[in-house]
């Protein structure tokens, strides 16, 4: 049974940083495409960043551009995501995501097999 496990969210003030974690087991963590992915009450899941199987292509949502990077340590089973520069705005619940069977990740949430329970993120002004 495929789990993935978030970690690291909290409150931070604006400007600050925060990297979250996403510990995944029960299937080989090597041969899956990542992704992360944030959710605003009352809005839709909308992708943040993705990464492949090797780690040598990244995707990002334009407006975390240059402030977020993702990164997987296939050793580890695990992908990070690091928010620097933080605003209110990047206020969310944030889930990773993984799927098996594609080279290039994907940035719509539907194509995604596996999600993990999602970790807060508050960044207040």
């Known amino acids: 049974q495929v789990q993935l496990v978030e970690s690291g969210g909290g409150l931070v003030q604006a400007g600050g940083s925060l990297r979250l974690s996403c510990a995944v087991s029960g299937r080989t963590f090597g041969d899956a495409v990542m992704g992360w992915f944030r959710q605003a009450p009352g809005m839709e899941r909308d992708f943040v960043a993705a990464?492949?199987?090797?780690?040598?292509?990244?995707d990002y949502l334009e407006a975390v551009q240059g402030r977020f990077t993702i990164s997987r340590d296939n050793a580890k089973n695990t992908v990070y995501l690091q928010m620097n520069s933080l605003t209110p705005e990047d206020t969310a619940v944030y889930y990773c995501a993984a799927r098996w069977g594609v080279r290039i990740p994907p940035v719509r949430w539907n194509e995604y097999d596996h999600w993990g329970q999602g970790t807060q993120v508050t960044v207040s002004s």
């Open positions: 990464i492949d199987w090797s780690g040598d292509d990244t």
